[in-house]
């Protein structure tokens, strides 16, 4: 069993997170209920005072994979924000639900497509909308 860090969200995510909850149709229940379990168990913070290590919506993270040597760069996004040149991640994504609240240099397990774990890493926080003073996006 993978313990999962702690996690940390604003009250500001928590808030439109749930909206977006109640709104959205799911094709796929088992991520409304992760992302349901992640904000249970997250500890929610008013924005301006969010810890400037901790991964919100819409921040670009720096990501190391364990199977490969470059870090790649992702932005965790609501669904209507995604792009396709692969650049955001949606929060509904089962890894963009595991990002939420990390703090950098937190690691989780994921399974890769042949079911292998592979460890990722949040190497670093290039954007934070919190620390840019950005409360209400």
């Not at 937190?106 to 890493?121: A, C, L, M």
Request: charged fraction near 25%.
């Amino acid at each position: 069993m993978t313990i999962q860090p702690d996690i940390i969200i604003s009250s500001v995510d928590l808030e439109r997170l749930e909206v977006l909850l109640g709104f959205r149709s799911y094709s796929d229940a088992l991520c409304k209920l992760n992302l349901e379990g992640e904000l249970k168990r997250a500890k929610v913070v008013d924005s301006r005072h969010l810890p400037e290590n901790v991964v919100s919506m819409n921040s670009t993270v720096q990501l190391s994979i364990s199977s490969s040597e470059a870090p790649f760069y992702v932005t965790l996004v609501y669904p209507k924000d995604i792009r396709e040149d692969g650049s955001t991640l949606s929060i509904f994504s089962p890894i963009g639900t595991a990002l939420l609240g990390m703090k950098q240099g937190d690691e989780i397990y994921w399974p890769n497509p042949s079911g292998k774990n592979i460890k990722v890493r949040v190497e670093n926080i290039l954007y934070q909308p919190e620390r840019a003073g950005e409360y209400h996006r």
